[in-house]
């Protein structure tokens, strides 16, 4: 579980999921690499796109195992 932004900042690189409490670039979920964070927001990088999700409007975030 991904409960703090240092958490993303150790993880950087994995796969994450993340539910949303209020959409976020018209997204309630969101599945993708954990990028940097900054100010209060995290890079998750999804294909080709990539999406700053301010933290606050994180409801639950985890790791996902890559196999």
């Not at 409801?59 to 996902?64: P, W």
């Amino acid at each position: 579980v991904l409960r703090h932004l240092d958490d993303c900042q150790r993880f950087q690189g994995r796969l994450a999921h993340f539910v949303f409490l209020e959409p976020v670039e018209g997204l309630t979920t969101l599945r993708g690499r954990l990028g940097e964070v900054k100010e209060g927001s995290v890079e998750v990088n999804e294909g080709k796109r990539t999406i700053w999700v301010p933290f606050k409007a994180v409801k639950r975030a985890q790791l996902v195992v890559e196999i």
